[in-house]
């Protein structure tokens, strides 16, 4: 992509301090929406920016200025079908998903422009400048059950098998607590896992299938279940809202958001969501610190 002359420059946006290597890590992260558009229109995959990308595309026309990650959402059938012709279609970028790698302890997908660090005059010439490891996070949006009864079942079933993956994350409890709890799930569930490997792994896959228990024609509504079914238990939107994706300007390229962007805004961040707050990430702010300090760490530099 061509990016605008001086785009790469530090900047102000309102009132705060966009540093020049933040401005390269959005211009490498934009390159890496690209590949994924471009493999997207391709296949006739539909895809919308979401969170703070589509807060960010509504409200400032790019990136909201102390973001520093971008956020996409599929609906289930087009991010199965992305998954599937991923591989096909590209070299250069890799996908991380719990089904791609064991050690992945998340339902949320990343895009990444490769696995380490690199400054070769290759990759900074491509990803203009920027040596970090970078890309995008995929979400996925499911269908609620139909019934208010199946949806809390749903949600509850959810919950249980999010709290042993928490649990084992966390370290809460020995490995023979654990395995019984994984044992009264199977009995639950009727599903069995093999010890052998990686339980964690093994219940983030069963979740996902409970994600996706309902199709479009069984329901009115969607959501993403991990959040309906744990933080966000009311982060639920009628299907129409996604229906349909429209190309909004986002710096210098353009972006699709859902059609139902403005109810979603709103519930996801108040009525006044085009006034602009700085807030503090879920993350360290910028996100590259930490993959500077493990490079000097590993080059023995003290910082």
């Known amino acids: 992509?061509?990016?605008?002359?001086?785009?790469?420059?530090?900047?102000?946006?309102?009132?705060?301090?966009?540093?020049?290597?933040?401005?390269?890590?959005?211009?490498?992260?934009?390159?890496?929406?690209?590949?994924?558009?471009?493999?997207?229109?391709?296949?006739?995959?539909?895809?919308?920016?979401?969170?703070?990308?589509?807060?960010?595309?509504?409200?400032?026309?790019?990136?909201?200025?102390?973001?520093?990650?971008?956020?996409?959402?599929?609906?289930?059938?087009?991010?199965?079908?992305?998954?599937?012709?991923?591989?096909?279609?590209?070299?250069?970028?890799?996908?991380?998903?719990?089904y791609t790698e064991e050690w992945w302890n998340s339902l949320i997908t990343r895009v990444v422009n490769g696995k380490r660090i690199r400054f070769d005059d290759e990759h900074l010439q491509k990803y203009h400048g920027c040596p970090w490891v970078i890309g995008l996070d995929i979400f996925i949006v499911d269908y609620?059950?139909?019934?208010?009864?199946?949806?809390?079942?749903?949600?509850?079933?959810?919950?249980?098998?999010?709290?042993?993956?928490?649990?084992?994350?966390?370290?809460?409890?020995?490995?023979?607590?654990?395995?019984?709890?994984?044992?009264?799930?199977?009995?639950?569930?009727?599903?069995?896992?093999?010890?052998?490997?990686?339980?964690?792994?093994?219940?983030l896959r069963l979740i996902d299938r409970l994600n996706m228990m309902y199709t479009e024609e069984e329901s009115t509504k969607i959501a993403l279940m991990p959040d309906h079914a744990g933080p966000r238990p009311l982060d639920v939107y009628p299907k129409e809202y996604y229906s349909e994706a429209i190309e909004m300007p986002f710096e210098y390229t353009t972006i699709p958001v859902p059609v139902g962007y403005?109810?979603?805004?709103?519930?996801?961040?108040?009525?006044?969501y085009m006034t602009p707050i700085i807030a503090n990430s879920s993350h360290e702010y910028p996100f590259y610190k930490k993959q500077k300090r493990e490079l000097y760490s590993q080059m023995g530099i003290k910082i």
């Not at 994924?36 to 595309?57: E, M, P, S, V």
């Open 262 to 272: 403005d109810a979603i805004l709103k519930q996801k961040y108040g009525e006044n």
């Open 1 to 98: 992509m061509r990016v605008p002359d001086n785009f790469l420059e530090g900047e102000i946006r309102n009132s705060f301090y966009v540093e020049s290597m933040m401005k390269k890590v959005w211009a490498a992260q934009l390159e890496v929406l690209h590949e994924i558009d471009r493999i997207c229109k391709k296949h006739n995959i539909t895809y919308f920016a979401d969170w703070g990308t589509l807060l960010g595309a509504v409200r400032h026309k790019g990136f909201i200025p102390w973001d520093d990650d971008m956020d996409i959402t599929m609906k289930r059938q087009d991010y199965i079908k992305f998954c599937e012709v991923f591989p096909k279609e590209t070299t250069e970028l890799d996908l991380v998903t719990i």
């Open 144 to 203: 609620v059950a139909p019934t208010q009864e199946d949806d809390e079942y749903t949600c509850e079933i959810i919950k249980i098998v999010s709290a042993l993956v928490a649990n084992i994350e966390e370290n809460i409890y020995d490995d023979e607590t654990i395995k019984a709890a994984a044992i009264e799930v199977e009995q639950m569930l009727n599903v069995k896992f093999d010890y052998s490997k990686p339980l964690e792994n093994q219940l």
